[in-house]
Structures are given as C-alpha cells and as structure tokens.
Nanobody
C-alpha cells in the first residue's frame, strides 16, 4: 500500500518562501513521477510540478516556473517543493501524488493513482 505524507505548509506573507515535503513509502517507483497539485476553494485541482524518480526530469506549470523548484532524496523516497516569491494566488491545499506506471502523464490528475492528505498553504498580501 502506497502512503504519501506531506508536510511543510503554513501561513506566510507575499514574497516569502516555504518548502513542502512529500515522503513516499510502500513500493519502488521506477521512473514514475511524483507530482504536486493544488486546489483553491471553489476551483478545480490543478497541476503544479512533477519530478520523475529515476531520471529527475521535472515539469512545472507556467504559473510557478522560476519560483518553485523540485528536488528529491531517493534513499529517503522524499520529494521537496521549494516555493519562493509566494503570491496570494498560490494559496491552496497542496497535494502530492504518485503513479503506478512510468508511462502515465505527469501533468494530468488522472495520471496519478495515490494521493496524500494535503497541506494548507496560505499567502497573505
């Protein structure tokens, strides 16, 4: 059984930084992606970023390029999302997600099979 545990959310001011962590357990992940998504109140869940476990290929939404950076610690099966220059529009619940297959899209929510419980990020203006 795959388990994903997020941590690192909180309340910050615009321009501040936060680092989210996602610790994964329960299987080996090959070259599948570990993705981050977010959902603001009244909005659909949207793609933020993803990284492939073996190749380290990364993918970012246009809205976070240049501000957010992914990294991973494979021995710990942990992925980090460093978020800099945060804006009020980044406010959302952030979820990490894992895939069963290496060939699933890294960008689509439907490409992910396991989800964490979410962590709240609130950015005040």
């Amino acid at each position: 059984q795959v388990q994903l545990v997020e941590s690192g959310g909180g309340l910050v001011q615009a321009g501040d930084s936060l680092r989210l962590s996602c610790a994964a357990s329960g299987r080996t992940f090959g070259n599948s992606a570990l993705g981050w998504f977010r959902q603001a109140p009244g909005k659909e869940r949207e793609f933020v970023a993803a990284i492939r476990w073996r190749s380290s290929d990364t993918y970012y939404a246009d809205s976070v390029k240049g501000r957010f950076t992914l990294s991973r610690d494979n021995p710990k099966n942990t992925v980090y999302l460093q978020m800099n220059s945060l804006k009020p529009e980044d406010t959302a619940v952030y979820y990490c997600a894992a895939q069963d297959s290496d060939s699933d899209s890294a960008y689509r929510t439907a490409g992910y099979d396991y989800w964490g419980q979410g962590t709240q990020v609130t950015v005040s203006s």
